[in-house]
C-alpha cells in the first residue's frame, strides 16, 4: 500500500495560524498583566520608558531580574497584593516589577 503524500503547505498554513494565535494570546496577556498591576494608570510614556529602563537594567545587573522575579511571583500567588513578602522598588528599578513579564507570565489568571 502506497503511503498518503504529506501536505506541507497545509501543514505550514496551519503552523502559521498557531503562531497568529499565540502571539494575539501573547499580546493579550501582555495588555491584562499592565492592568492587573495598576500601570495602566501611568500615561503611556512613562510606562514604556519605565519598561525601557527595566530592559537595560536587566543588561547591566542580571540579579535585577532574579528580584523581579520573586516581587512578582509573590504577586500572582497575592502576598503582594496584601504586602506580605513584597519588596520596595530599589534604586533604577521600575516601580511596577513588571520587567520580568515573559512569554509564558499569566496574566489575571490566563495560562500559556
Same mark, same amino acid.
Request: proline share 5%; charged share 25%; net charge positive.
Given at each position: ?8 503547505d497545509a501543514e505550514l498554513q496551519a503552523l502559521m ?13 501582555? #495588555? ?5 498591576? /495598576?500601570?495602566? +494608570?501611568?500615561p503611556v510614556e512613562a510606562l514604556a520608558g519605565a519598561?525601557? &529602563? *527595566? ?29 506580605? #513578602? ?5 534604586? /533604577?528599578?521600575? +516601580?511596577?516589577?513588571a520587567g520580568s513579564a515573559g512569554p509564558g507570565t499569566? &496574566? *489575571?489568571?490566563?495560562?500559556?
Amino acid at each position: 500500500m502506497a503511503r498518503k503524500p504529506r501536505d506541507f503547505d497545509a501543514e505550514l498554513q496551519a503552523l502559521m495560524e498557531r503562531a497568529r494565535k499565540l502571539k494575539n494570546q501573547k499580546t493579550v496577556q501582555l #495588555g491584562e498583566l499592565v492592568q492587573v498591576t /495598576g500601570a495602566d +494608570a501611568l500615561p503611556v510614556e512613562a510606562l514604556a520608558g519605565a519598561l525601557l &529602563a *527595566a530592559v537595560e537594567q536587566s543588561k547591566k545587573q542580571p540579579e535585577a531580574v532574579a528580584r523581579w522575579t520573586e516581587r512578582g511571583a509573590a504577586f500572582f500567588r497575592g502576598d503582594a497584593k496584601r504586602g506580605k #513578602g513584597a519588596k520596595g522598588a530599589g534604586a /533604577g528599578e521600575p +516601580a511596577s516589577g513588571a520587567g520580568s513579564a515573559g512569554p509564558g507570565t499569566p &496574566a *489575571a489568571g490566563g495560562g500559556a
